[in-house]
């Protein structure tokens, strides 16, 4: 990446274990770049303040929100989004926990709560009710009251 | 408490026989969305296709000097704009439903000459990015002259500033409600307890995907596609049609998955006209994405209501006989969908009460304020609001027990069905066991002692109760009681069932899921009538005007799914089961009575060896079919319009059948407040749900999670909020706290069944909730403080910290008496 | 959400970083971008140039020396609740930071972006100056460095000059007898703070730093750190916060006293061990 300023730049980033390179302007958030430009979307905008967390994506390993970095802030990092989870077509453990506590009802918020929950997960594999309130503070979701959701992360760690 | 509850989440014993209905299987639509594979309106592309970003009134009242987009057009990469004039030129203004002054109102997809409220859309602007959309908005230049700015209800009535020049008066609806004998109960009573001033705020659900829509136009045909999320087509189509000047028929929507809705999604037609226009004018697929800022600024707030001089009579027994009251509904600046919220409430008159006589004076008034539409628990909930605090203010006042005053005053089980004074039937319930088992999860009999053990740690303990009705099934002839030409009454909903040639089971929906499960529980029901499995049954995603079956009133609104929704479908689903087994019979060569299906076979029932599968079933009648005789014409192909009968309303006493199903739902909480900072902490919460028979309980239990966080948010945080100039104080989540996984308490649950007798499966709607959390947080919260030595009522529904601090300040002395 | 056109560029080495800034009117250095996109995004602010601070890794170092703890200003929320130097040398600032938004945001989100942006509501501000912390600057001219209590100048506006980066904050690891304590009201759980305060309590006197009151963290000094000498501090002061949705003035002058008195007593019983 380069240190002088320029207004568009070619980007490369591995995305759900896919090499990508392309030319985006520097205004460009990563969530529009993964949703318009890669046509990933299952990634979604739920606000305009970075409060939501529908747009929750890991970079690097980290869950992060793809509203609150640019395209270019993303040069040569490794991103994975909900469509990397069950690569296979084999849901993941937390996938499927989902369904069976019916901790989804619209399904808008589920992936990021679902990123926020695979990198906590990765940390913590055995998380309690609060380690998981507290990992899903910054997602918000407007139909479960979180109670499923909460539930499901809990019954996941817990091999449910 | 009287007698020992049975606390249980399971299904009591229903008439009903139950095969798939009843149990929670995992749901249809959940492998796609833990995918990322929804497809919702945002993530339709289209070759050409534009971005459409509004340009918006920074004012919240000013006349509209000029538009210049001059500088917009020359911009590389702008397709075109438009503006209110050439709106005023192209279309007509929208149907208004009031009688006058408001239906004098007009009403156009964009501000013509003057905007009434911060955020409203001046003109638009098509381009080939999403930014470069926003960069030409900010190159069009407006200027306005500022004129005198309303925001509050009660000014409003003064008609000193006026929105609505044609309209002469702020004013949108009035009208005296009068149902058995308010001034004999006064008189008869041994109390008559006076409020002054109750304050329902304004709020709204929501929803995480905001509003918006990608519009096709063929210019061949004249014909418009909609890909949107829309959730009421056959309303929003009778609103756009005839202001474009064209033909419903011309109008095509098509919904898939929708991020929630919850009544937000019902008053999008202005932006989508104007999206019709581009498109139009343009020659290309226009997109337009609402930001949440958007939203909160000019979509979709909830009724704010103002409740006035209220009186309730009361006998020395703490017997509640009746209540009188003024109330000024505030709906913003245009009345959109209103004024049916003038009426709604009129659902559930009496709330859980057998109160016999009540009056209700009900103005509504417009202000320099965003828009309403339907909120969850759509004006009703306001209502049943007010009949809590009036419960709990007269038993406090008059030192009656909470639970003792709801449990002498409610509407008794045995008393149903019961006749409301204004001509409505609560089909079934049990409040009072519903409140038992309630109590009983929060631990009721252990209150004085926990209330101790937090006064040792310096909080204030307080419990609360809220009993609250879901009514579902809309009668839309309750607009006549608003105005009598309205040439609206009763309701409908479509499905379509068909067997198809490999025998796959496929059913099309009028309605609009939001994340309700429609896909799942129309297989349940499908499933139990023709006798295979939920997962032989195809339930087509979203609504589609032209392809899926659909009739006037679809969509998914006022709880009334499982009543007209699921209605249809069992309809759908009989007519085609009934046309299998006579093509069954007449395969096999017996009497139809002889036929039986299940595990997707046509057998008989004497020799379940002689078997047709469904596919052999679909694949006679769509592919080989020559040897069926002439006069017998099976299709497989079965659409069935549900439609509830009401009977006609009366416009003369205002009374009639508004609704059909009501669903109880009684919240208990317990909270802790600091009396040194007004936080509030809930630390115990219960909510019980009777909706009848529960077709899939888990949706059902998700659908109380869901709406009791919306009370809990509504009660603690959630406010719009204006200052003086009109500028909206909360536009965006950073000031406008929605509850997150931290704010929500663990939630218990318990729920009884009193199956609707009136209901096609026993089943009532109960997707809105009825506000419960907000009248028990109220409640509880009034107790609280109480037990602290405050003399305060709680007079508004929503209580930050600072409020609750400033109650203790005793700045609510003039509140109440 | 939608931002106004601007030029990027990531540097590889401070040099370079603060030449960047230096040379290009309206540059403005990127950190973790939680604040300067989300401001962006509603176009309430618009640099020309972002400089990128992310290739700088020694920024985000965090490392012990002596008895100061070095926090690089690029270590982020998440490196600063999990790091074993902070918890040692000066655990309130992992605790601080643990209830700073939420988990995406600290695991962006930088410490030295939380006070440089300085909005009144932070959590860092106050708390910085209540433990005497040293911030270090760089500009084309070389470093110079400047305490915490005089580096908050304003809403938004901090010593940090224009081609000038933060790029070192100093805390003195916690001395024996010594505690620091923190305490404040959010809009719901970890919100957005509408008062807070951080208290650090020495030898029997204590200092505390009320946020959200004024453009500028306010600092007290209390000869002696009782309760009571904090509540007659605070209404000493003569505080005049704004009013807005969240709070009147009369609430947040309220709360600054319950803030401090709380955030000096758990200051308290952590000095006493």
């Known amino acids: 990446m380069s240190a002088t300023p320029a207004r568009d730049r070619t980007i490369a980033v591995e995305i759900n274990g896919e090499q990508v390179e392309l030319e985006v302007p520097a205004r460009r958030l990563l969530v529009h770049f993964i949703r318009d430009d890669l046509g990933l979307t299952g990634t979604h905008v739920g606000c305009d303040t970075g409060n939501c967390g529908a747009c929750t994506i890991h970079v690097d390993g980290e869950a992060v929100k793809s509203c609150m970095l640019l395209a270019v802030q993303a040069d040569g990092a490794s991103i994975r989004t909900v469509e990397g989870l069950a690569a296979d077509g084999e849901l993941t453990a937390l996938q499927q926990s989902f369904s069976t506590h019916h901790a989804l009802q619209c399904g808008y918020c589920t992936p990021g709560m679902l990123m926020s929950a695979t990198a906590l997960l990765e940390r913590n594999p055995r998380p309690s009710e609060e380690d998981v309130r507290y990992a899903l503070q910054g997602n918000i979701c407007r139909c479960t009251g979180y109670v499923n959701i909460v539930e499901a992360v809990v019954a996941a760690g817990k091999g449910a | 408490m009287t007698e020992a509850p049975t606390i249980t989440t399971e299904q009591q014993e229903t008439t009903l026989q139950k095969g798939w209905i009843g149990q929670s299987i995992p749901r249809k639509e959940d492998k796609r969305l833990v995918q990322g594979q929804g497809t919702f309106f945002d993530d339709v592309r289209r070759h050409g296709m534009g971005?459409?970003?509004?340009?918006?009134?920074?004012?919240?009242?000013?006349?509209?000097?000029?538009?210049?987009?001059?500088?917009?057009l020359e911009l590389e990469g702008v397709y075109g704009t438009i503006t209110g004039d050439e709106v005023a030129i192209h279309t007509d203004p929208f149907f208004e439903m009031s009688v006058e002054p408001g239906g004098n109102i007009k009403d156009y997809a964009l501000a013509v000459g003057r905007v009434r409220h911060m955020g409203e859309p001046v003109a638009a602007v098509c381009a080939a990015t999403r930014e470069l959309a926003r960069d030409a908005a900010e190159l069009i230049e407006v200027e306005y002259e500022p004129?005198?700015?309303?925001?509050?209800?009660?000014?409003?009535?003064?008609?000193?500033?006026?929105?609505?020049?044609?309209?002469?008066?702020?004013?949108?609806?009035?009208?005296?409600?009068?149902?058995?004998?308010?001034?004999?109960?006064?008189?008869?009573?041994?109390?008559?307890?006076?409020?002054?001033?109750?304050?329902?705020?304004?709020?709204?659900?929501?929803?995480?995907?905001?509003?918006?829509?990608?519009?096709?136009?063929?210019?061949?045909?004249?014909?418009w596609t909609i890909h949107c999320n829309h959730q009421m087509p056959g309303v929003g189509a009778i609103w756009m049609a005839p202001a474009l000047r064209t033909g419903i028929d011309k109008l095509r929507f098509v919904t898939q998955d929708i991020g929630g809705a919850f009544g937000n999604k019902i008053c999008l037609h202005p932006q989508f006209v104007v999206l019709c226009l581009l498109a139009r004018k343009l020659g290309r697929p226009v997109q337009w994405t609402e930001w949440r800022t958007d939203q909160h600024t000019a979509n979709a707030h909830g009724n704010?209501?103002?409740?006035?001089?209220?009186?309730?009579?009361?006998?020395?027994?703490?017997?509640?006989?009746?209540?009188?009251?003024?109330?000024?509904?505030?709906?913003?600046?245009?009345p959109r969908y209103e004024p049916l919220g003038c009426i709604i409430w009129a659902q559930v008159t009496p709330g859980c009460y057998a109160w016999r006589n009540i009056r209700v004076d009900f103005t509504q008034v417009c202000t320099n304020k965003s828009p309403v539409s339907p909120n969850r628990g759509y004006s009703r909930m306001q209502h049943l609001w007010l009949t809590e605090r009036i419960v709990d203010i007269v038993a406090t006042g008059l030192g009656l027990d909470p639970v003792e005053v709801r449990k002498r005053n409610y509407v008794k089980a045995e008393q149903m069905p019961y006749e409301t004074p204004n001509g409505c039937v609560y089909d079934s319930g049990d409040y009072a066991r519903c409140l038992d088992i309630a109590l009983d999860l929060v631990g009721y009999d252990s209150l004085e002692e926990r209330r101790r053990d937090a006064e040792s740690r310096g909080k204030l303990l307080g419990f609360g109760i809220g009993s609250t009705l879901d009514s579902g099934t809309n009668n839309f002839g309750q607009s006549q009681l608003l105005n009598p030409d309205l040439q609206f009454s009763g309701n409908n909903e479509a499905a379509t069932v068909k067997l198809d040639i490999f025998g796959e089971v496929v059913v099309t929906l009028g309605t609009v899921p939001q994340g309700q499960g429609h896909e799942t529980t129309a297989a349940q029901v499908v499933a139990d009538i023709i006798g295979c499995s939920p997962e032989q049954v195809n339930v087509r995603r979203g609504h589609d005007t032209w392809f899926n079956s659909s009739a006037g009133f679809s969509g998914t609104y006022a709880s009334q799914f499982a009543f007209t929704g699921l209605g249809a479908v069992k309809g759908a689903a009989e007519l085609l089961r009934d046309e299998m087994i006579q093509l069954a019979a007449a395969v096999l060569q017996a009497e139809p009575a002889q036929i039986e299906l299940a595990d997707g076979q046509a057998r008989l029932k004497d020799n379940p060896e002689a078997a047709i599968p469904f596919m052999g079933l679909g694949a006679i009648v769509n592919a080989n079919n020559a040897f069926l005789p002439p006069e017998f014409n099976p299709t497989l192909n079965h659409r069935y319009v549900c439609r509830p009968h009401f009977g006609v309303v009366d416009t003369e006493a205002k009374t009639g059948q508004l609704t059909l199903t009501y669903a109880t739902q009684v919240h208990a909480c317990v909270v802790e407040v600091d009396p040194d900072t007004g936080l509030t902490e809930i630390v115990d919460y219960a909510a019980v749900d009777d909706c009848g028979v529960r077709i899939h309980p888990q949706i059902v239990e998700g659908q109380v999670h869901g709406a009791t966080a919306h009370a809990i948010g509504a009660a603690l945080h959630e406010n719009f909020v204006y200052d003086e100039e009109g500028t909206l104080l909360t536009a965006n989540f950073y000031d406008y706290h929605v509850p997150h996984a931290m704010d929500i308490p663990p939630l218990k649950t318990g729920a009884i069944e009193s199956p609707s007798p009136v209901a096609p499966l026993g089943a009532k709607g109960m997707g809105e909730g009825g506000g419960g959390g907000i009248h028990c947080i109220c409640s509880a919260i009034q107790d609280a403080l109480r037990s602290g030595g405050h003399a305060v009522y709680v007079y508004d529904s929503c209580n930050p910290s600072h409020r609750v601090w400033e109650m203790m300040q005793g700045s609510t002395a003039e509140v109440s008496r | 959400m939608l931002l106004r056109e601007v030029e990027y560029a990531r540097p590889g080495t401070i040099d370079e970083a603060v030449r960047l800034l230096a040379e290009h009117d309206g540059a403005r250095p990127l950190a973790g971008g939680q604040t300067l996109v989300n401001v962006m995004k509603q176009r309430a602010a618009a640099p020309d140039v972002l400089i990128d601070?992310?290739?700088?890794?020694?920024?985000?170092?965090?490392?012990?020396?002596?008895?100061?703890?070095?926090?690089?200003?690029?270590?982020?929320?998440?490196?600063?609740?999990?790091?074993?130097?902070?918890?040692?040398?000066?655990?309130?600032?992992?605790?601080?930071?643990?209830?700073?938004a939420d988990v995406q945001v600290r695991n962006r989100g930088t410490i030295g972006g939380n006070v440089c942006v300085n909005d009144p509501t932070n959590h860092f501000p106050p708390l910085l100056v209540a433990v005497g912390a040293t911030m270090t600057v760089r500009g084309i001219g070389g470093e110079r460095t400047v305490p915490a209590e005089e580096f908050f100048v304003g809403v938004y506006l901090t010593a940090v000059g224009e081609g000038e980066l933060l790029t070192r904050i100093s805390v003195p690891a916690r001395g024996p007898g010594s505690g620091d304590g923190f305490a404040g009201v959010t809009i719901g759980a970890h919100g957005t703070y509408i008062v807070n305060a951080a208290a650090t309590v020495a030898d029997g006197s204590a200092r505390v730093v009320l946020g959200c009151v004024d453009a500028v963290p306010v600092l007290l000094e209390l000869d002696q750190a009782h309760e009571a000498s904090a509540r007659k501090a605070v209404e000493a002061a003569s505080l005049e916060p704004p009013s807005d949705v969240h709070a009147s003035a009369e609430y947040r002058r309220h709360l600054a006293g319950v803030s401090a008195v709380r955030a000096v007593r758990q200051a308290t019983e952590r000095a006493r061990g």
Not at chain 2, 52 to 72: G, K, L, N, Q
Not at chain 2, 305 to 330: H, N, Q, Y
Not at chain 3, 57 to 80: F, H, K, N
């Open chain 3, 53 to 100: 601070l992310a290739a700088l890794g020694e920024l985000r170092e965090i490392s012990v020396s002596g008895d100061t703890l070095e926090l690089g200003a690029m270590a982020t929320l998440t490196q600063i609740v999990d790091s074993s130097e902070v918890d040692v040398a000066r655990p309130i600032l992992a605790e601080v930071a643990r209830t700073v």
């Open chain 2, 304 to 334: 704010e209501r103002t409740f006035l001089d209220i009186e309730v009579a009361v006998k020395a027994d703490g017997e509640m006989t009746g209540f009188s009251v003024r109330a000024i509904d505030d709906c913003g600046a245009f």
């Open chain 2, 51 to 72: 971005y459409v970003h509004f340009v918006r009134s920074p004012y919240a009242h000013a006349r509209i000097v000029s538009i210049d987009v001059t500088a917009a």
């Open chain 2, 147 to 223: 004129l005198p700015v309303l925001v509050d209800g009660e000014e409003a009535l003064k008609d000193e500033v006026v929105l609505h020049d044609d309209a002469g008066s702020n004013v949108v609806w009035q009208g005296v409600f009068d149902w058995g004998d308010w001034e004999q109960a006064k008189a008869e009573a041994d109390h008559v307890v006076k409020i002054d001033r109750l304050h329902f705020h304004r709020f709204s659900s929501t929803p995480l995907e905001c509003a918006g829509a990608l519009v096709e136009y063929d210019k061949g045909t004249g014909e």
